[in-house]
C-alpha cells in the first residue's frame, strides 16, 4: 500500500531564516506531487506540483520554491521566512489515469514564523 | 477562474441525523469532484471521487451526488455519529487544469451525543 510522509510535524522558525521541508512517498512509481499551504479556517492553496523528477510548476508566485530530486521526494524550500509564511503545508501524490486523478495527502507540517 | 463555495461555513447535529453537506462550483468543464474529511491539525483523508461522467458514488454511510450541469455537490451522511465530527472539504479538477485542484474553505461538522 501506499504511504506518504512529511516531516518536521511542527516547525517554530524567525523571520528571516532558511526553511527546508520534505515530503516522500512510498508503494507508487512516478506519482504527481503537490504542496499546498493551508490558512487557519480556510481551504487549500495550491503552491507547487510536479510531474516528473526536475519538473516543477509554481502556481502562487511568492517567497517559496519546491524541488524534485528524486522520483518520490518533494522539497519545499525558502531562503528567508517572512511572517506570511506561517501556516499548515500540506503535500499530496495522485497517479493520474485518463482523468481520473484522486489525490492522497500527507499529515501536514505546522510552521509557525515568527 | 474556478471557485468552490461550501455552505454552511458550520453544522451542529445531534447524533442520529441525517445530514447534507453542499458543494457549489462556478465553471461545470470539471474532471472529478472529490470529498475529504480533514480532522484537527491533520492531513486531508479522501472519501469519495466522482468523475465527471458519474451522478454519484456510494461508501459506507456516505453518498455524494454530482450535478455538473447546475454546479453542484452534496455529501449525504447516513445516520451521523460524533466520530463524523470533522470538517469536510469538496475539491475539483477544472478541464485541461488535470491534477490541480481548486478547493472550497470545508463545512466543520459537530454531531452531539
Known amino acids: 500500500s501506499q504511504t506518504i510522509h512529511q516531516w518536521p510535524a511542527t516547525l517554530v522558525q524567525p523571520v528571516g531564516s532558511p526553511l527546508s521541508l520534505e515530503c516522500t512517498v512510498e508503494?507508487?512509481?512516478?506519482?504527481?506531487l503537490y504542496w499546498y499551504r493551508q490558512a487557519a479556517g480556510r481551504g487549500l492553496q495550491l503552491l507547487f506540483y510536479?510531474?516528473?523528477?526536475?519538473?516543477i510548476s509554481s502556481e502562487v508566485p511568492q517567497n517559496l520554491s519546491a524541488s524534485r530530486p528524486q522520483d518520490r521526494q518533494f522539497i519545499l524550500s525558502s531562503k528567508k521566512l517572512l511572517l506570511s509564511d506561517s501556516g499548515f503545508y500540506l503535500c499530496?501524490?495522485?497517479?493520474?489515469?485518463?482523468?481520473?486523478?484522486?489525490?492522497?495527502f500527507g499529515p501536514g507540517t505546522r510552521l509557525t514564523v515568527l | 477562474k474556478q471557485e468552490v463555495t461550501q455552505i454552511p461555513a458550520a453544522l451542529s447535529v445531534p447524533e442520529g441525523e441525517n445530514l447534507v453537506l453542499n458543494c457549489s462550483f462556478t465553471?461545470?468543464?470539471?474532471?472529478?469532484l472529490q470529498w475529504f474529511r480533514q480532522d484537527p491539525g491533520k492531513g486531508l483523508t479522501s472519501l469519495l471521487l466522482i468523475q465527471s461522467s458519474q451522478r454519484e458514488q456510494t461508501s459506507g454511510r456516505l453518498n455524494a451526488s454530482l450535478d455538473k450541469s447546475s454546479g453542484r455537490s452534496t455529501l449525504y451522511i447516513a445516520a451521523s455519529q460524533p466520530g463524523d465530527s470533522a470538517t469536510y472539504l469538496c475539491?475539483?479538477?477544472?478541464?485541461?487544469?488535470?491534477?490541480?485542484?481548486?478547493f472550497g474553505d470545508g463545512t466543520t461538522l459537530t454531531v452531539k451525543p
Open positions: 510536479s510531474v516528473g523528477i526536475g519538473q
Open positions: 499530496a501524490w495522485s497517479v493520474p489515469s485518463g482523468t481520473y486523478n484522486e489525490q492522497f
Open positions: 465553471d461545470s468543464a470539471i474532471y472529478n
Open positions: 475539491a475539483v479538477d477544472k478541464v485541461g487544469n488535470a491534477g490541480k485542484s481548486t
Open positions: 508503494g507508487t512509481s512516478n506519482p504527481n
